[in-house]
């Protein structure tokens, strides 16, 4: 079965927000991010929870696909309560935030579960959200706890 698969692109803040819910419940293996500083680039495959089919209909199956966000101009990258020397560590994506910082740049902030972080400072917002593959089934559907 052919697999229709995302791409999207930001240049935008608001085109983030597209971008980071699409994202939302996708799973990432901390061996799976790499900064490129002489690149300046910021990368990080996932396995996409595929909110958008779950969405169009209500006998769709739960389905996950591996995409690869990329963040171009990366200036510095820094993380919160990941431990860079224990690899298969897996994080729950829950968004993105974005904040235009006085000095020009943009400070990008990836949230994940168990109070866990990764910003990214950046010239401008250029990012890409590429699905890879095809997509496989998923027994669970993600939920969320009511605040």
């Given at each position: ?5 995302l791409k999207l692109?930001?240049?935008?803040e608001?085109d983030l ?5 699409h994202?939302q419940d996708?799973?990432v ?11 300046k ?14 969405e169009k209909?209500v006998f769709?199956k739960?389905?996950?696909i ?15 309560n990941i431990?860079?020397?224990?690899k ?5 994506f829950l ?6 910082m006085?000095?020009?740049?943009y400070?990008?902030?990836l949230?994940?579960?168990g ?5 990214l ?21 993600p939920?969320h706890?009511?605040?």
């Amino acid at each position: 079965m052919k697999t229709k698969n995302l791409k999207l692109i930001a240049k935008t803040e608001d085109d983030l927000r597209v971008i980071s819910a699409h994202l939302q419940d996708s799973i990432v293996n901390s061996k799976d991010i790499a900064s490129l500083k002489k690149n300046k680039i910021f990368l990080m495959q996932l396995n996409r929870f595929m909110w958008e089919d779950v969405e169009k209909g209500v006998f769709r199956k739960n389905k996950r696909i591996r995409t690869i966000l990329k963040f171009d101009n990366v200036l510095e990258v820094k993380s919160k309560n990941i431990n860079q020397n224990k690899k298969n560590t897996f994080l729950d994506f829950l968004a993105i935030e974005t904040k235009f910082m006085p000095d020009k740049n943009y400070e990008m902030k990836l949230i994940f579960s168990g109070n866990v972080a990764i910003k990214l400072k950046v010239e401008v917002i250029e990012a890409t959200l590429d699905d890879q593959g095809d997509y496989w089934e998923s027994k669970n559907k993600p939920t969320h706890e009511d605040a």
